[in-house]
């Protein structure tokens, strides 16, 4: 058994990733291990800001560690709102920033967006990285009241309804978090 510590605290988050890793791997939040520090989150690409959440806990706690960073980036925006995602607009309002895509993007017809999810981690002194996206479009307007983020203006190739319009299950089974979540607990199964 090894215990590795998830750079969050989100209660849920930890409790799926533990499921899909299976219990060779005990898995400790932020909280478990008394840190409630503000981890900096300043890089220019999810890879850093992941990067960054553990080399944190590593320098501090010399504990094995991973951490994730997601956003979404739309290609006629040049990659935007990308590592901004959580406050685009300047605040942390998702209608705001929902608001400032739409208006960006106006009636642009090169819809294209994708979510991205970069997962790093750090084990017996090796550095890894696992990713997850998923394609698709920007609606012009809102639909559908599930899920979070910018997941009511955003449809998965393939598909016909927004995230927000997904069961939890459904937007599960393919999201940009699960596909890096399902590499990471790959590699961790086969280690
Ligand atoms: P985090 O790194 O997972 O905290 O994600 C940063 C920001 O990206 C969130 O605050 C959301 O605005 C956006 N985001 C990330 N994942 C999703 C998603 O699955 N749906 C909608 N928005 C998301």
Redesign the pocket.
Known sequence: MLELVFATNNAHKLEEVQAIVGSRFVLQSLDDIGCHDDIPETGVTFEENAKQKTDYLVSKYGLYCFG?????EITALDNEPGVY??RYSGSRD?ER?IDLVLEKLGDNPNRAAR?R?VISLFLNEQQFFFEGSIEGQIVGSRKGTK?????PI?VPNGYDKT?AEMAAEEKNRI???AIAVGKLADFLKSY
Not at 68 to 72: A, C, I, R, T, V
Not at 147 to 151: A, H, L, R, S, V
């Open positions: 994730d960073d997601s956003g979404l995602s959580a998702m920033n979510f999810t899920g979070f983020g910018y997941d955003f995230f999201s940009h978090r």
